[in-house]
């Protein structure tokens, strides 16, 4: 069994405790991850800090370079890491979108990301003098990150606040923290010592990240519930933030849509990761002269994917990551047929043996059902009828959740024009949950406070300061 370690000033750190890991699919230990103290939290975040003069000194460009050595190091490296998700996390590794796909995405985003530039813009410069306004490094970022995409959202955070002459420390979800682990320990063999620092263990450890006055700005993603926490943990010492919370995203049928020909796409933004997206699709709204196609249609395609162990031929979903997430799923299927939900596919587990739970679809008619209203986080999917247009607009934004939504038709200015009226950070057309690195992702209303990815991503990493002469 392999060793993990927390990494400060580029050295591995052992701990007198540490902390079990399983695997969700079969229930065995994966490994130790060690259990850091608050004294070796303020130790780690000291070498952060004396790290951040020399690094934040270095040209954009020598940091981008070192950037590009990040991925290069992931890359000769990610079927190793890819193993350490599927036994941790529970995707299968060679599914279309499992564990080779998330350390595939984090090299790509790493690589983009360092083609953005922080230049200097010039306000003014006449006669009356000359206003530059320049971007500056926080100081010491601290990324605390969620256990579905335990690489992927890792690199999120990080590769932004390196680029921009940040250093970091980042504490993965106790349920996933070997994968991002070893990913820190491979970026300090290319980085200058204590510029990248990781720490595990209890939730204790972030709250102490979030009011610490050496911590200059946490990014989170994560629940709405601990966010807020994070948030208000934050403010005594006037941290940036950055906090990519809960999601109940929902899609809008239209009309002229192909039940069949949409299906897949239907499933795939729904069911990405076994559900355990926040930006997977949570609701789907579906005009009623299509629904029981729609409902057949997607039903179908459901029976066609096989749900299995990360290293099972052909396995294309997982378990659920956790008891704790099983146990919401089943509850609110539960729920949702006790109040008129008709199961399609699958349905809720009366004695539960293990974390898979069945791929399963819900016709609804009550859009304050318990499966519609809150985020379910797993393979459940409530489909909802509607009328109108207007109703379909009105039940998707009647939740306090507001990270992303889709439409799908035939008709892309019309399905633009309902885009424009939903109440979340991200529209997509004809498909749901495909973030990429140029297009900045952040939620609304409880999804959320910023935003990640692109140029807007990259700048919440700064402060300004304005030269006037």
């Not at 020399?54 to 954009?60: D, M, N």
């Not at 796909?101 to 530039?117: H, K, M, P, S, V």
């Not at 966010?227 to 933030?241: E, R």
């Amino acid at each position: 069994m392999k060793n993990y370690h927390l990494i400060s000033n580029g050295q591995a750190i052992t701990t007198l405790d540490t902390f079990k890991v399983f695997n969700p699919s079969t229930s065995e230990l994966v490994a130790e991850a060690p259990k850091a103290t608050l004294e070796q939290l303020n130790s780690i975040i000291q070498s952060a800090r004396d790290a951040f003069p020399q690094w934040s000194s270095l040209t954009h460009s020598e940091r981008q370079n070192y950037i590009n050595k990040i991925a290069d190091v992931l890359e000769q490296n990610s079927e190793e890491i890819a193993k350490i998700i599927t036994k941790e996390q529970g995707k299968p590794i060679g599914a279309s979108l499992g564990s080779m796909f998330e350390i595939g995405g984090a090299i790509a985003w790493a690589r983009y990301t360092a083609t953005l530039e922080t230049p200097v813009k010039v306000l003014q410069d006449d006669e009356n003098g000359r206003v530059e306004l320049h971007r500056r490094p926080l100081g010491v970022v601290a990324s605390i990150t969620p256990w579905n995409w335990p690489v992927l959202i890792a690199i999120w955070h990080i590769i932004p606040a390196l680029l921009t002459g940040n250093t970091v420390i980042c504490k993965p979800s106790p349920y996933t923290p070997l994968s991002t682990l070893r990913m820190i320990e491979l970026m300090n063999s290319v980085l200058p010592k204590g510029v990248i620092n990781s720490v595990t263990g209890g939730d204790e450890l972030g709250a102490a990240l979030s009011n610490h006055p050496e911590i200059n700005k946490v990014v989170f993603t994560g629940s709405t519930a601990t966010g807020k926490k994070v948030m208000s943990s934050a403010a005594d010492t006037l941290k940036h933030l950055t906090l990519e919370l809960g999601g109940n995203d929902a899609g809008i049928v239209l009309p002229d849509c192909d039940p069949e020909a949409i299906a897949p796409g239907l499933f795939w933004g729904a069911f990405i990761n076994n559900g355990q997206t926040c930006a997977a699709m949570k609701r789907l709204y579906v005009h009623r002269s299509i629904y029981d196609q729609v409902c057949t249609s997607l039903t179908n395609f459901a029976k066609s994917i096989k749900v299995g162990d990360g290293f099972e031929e052909g396995a294309e979903l997982g378990p659920v990551q956790n008891q704790m997430q099983f146990d919401i799923v089943n509850r609110l299927v539960k729920q949702s047929v006790e109040q008129g939900g008709k199961v399609l596919l699958g349905g809720p587990l009366d004695n539960p043996k293990g974390l898979f739970f069945p791929i399963t679809l819900v016709a609804i008619e009550d859009n304050q059902n318990p499966l519609v209203q809150n985020e379910q986080f797993g393979p459940a999917l409530p489909i909802i009828p509607y009328d109108t247009v207007e109703e379909a607009i009105a039940m998707a934004n009647d939740n306090d959740s507001g990270l992303g939504g889709s439409v799908w038709s035939t008709d892309k200015a019309k399905a633009a024009s309902i885009a424009a009226k939903l109440e979340c950070g991200s529209v997509w057309i004809n498909k749901h949950g495909a973030v990429q690195p140029n297009s900045p992702f952040g939620g609304i209303k409880s999804s959320g406070l910023g935003v990640e990815f692109g140029e807007e991503g990259l700048l919440a990493n700064t402060n300004i300061q304005c030269i006037l002469s």
